[in-house]
């Protein structure tokens, strides 16, 4: 069974700093797309970062970019989202997902909510004074 952790969830300060991470276990990430998104309270789930299956390629809702960066160790099988400059409107579940390379075109398709097959079950961050 293909199963994502997600872990590093918390309370802290705006303008502070948090780094997720999503360890995978039942298959190796080398193959696959990886994505974090969110959903704040009363909102819908939203993109936040995607990373490519190499880790060469990767990108940023317009919200986060410049202030987090996704990254991926394909050896520790794990995925991560540093977040610096933390804002209240930060403040959602966070979710990584994942989609075989070969399920699309273009590794960018399956960065969307629909594009992926493997969800986690999310992990909490709080923005807040």
């Known amino acids: 069974q293909l199963q994502l952790v997600e872990s590093g969830g918390g309370l802290v300060q705006p303008g502070g700093s948090l780094r997720l991470s999503c360890a995978a276990s039942g298959f190796t990430l080398d193959y696959y797309v990886i994505g974090w998104f969110r959903q704040a309270p009363g909102k819908e789930r939203e993109g936040v970062s995607c990373?490519?299956?190499?880790?060469?390629?990767?990108t940023y809702a317009d919200a986060v970019k410049g202030r987090f960066t996704i990254s991926r160790d394909n050896a520790k099988n794990t995925v991560y989202l540093q977040m610096n400059s933390l804002k209240p409107e930060d403040t959602a579940v966070y979710y990584c997902?994942?989609?075989?390379?070969?399920?699309?075109?273009?590794?960018?398709?399956?960065?969307?909510?629909?594009?992926?097959?493997?969800w986690g079950k999310g992990t909490l961050v709080t923005v807040s004074s």
């Open positions: 997902a994942a989609v075989h390379i070969a399920r699309h075109s273009r590794w960018i398709l399956g960065c969307a909510d629909g594009g992926m097959d493997y």
């Open positions: 990373i490519s299956n190499s880790g060469g390629a990767t």
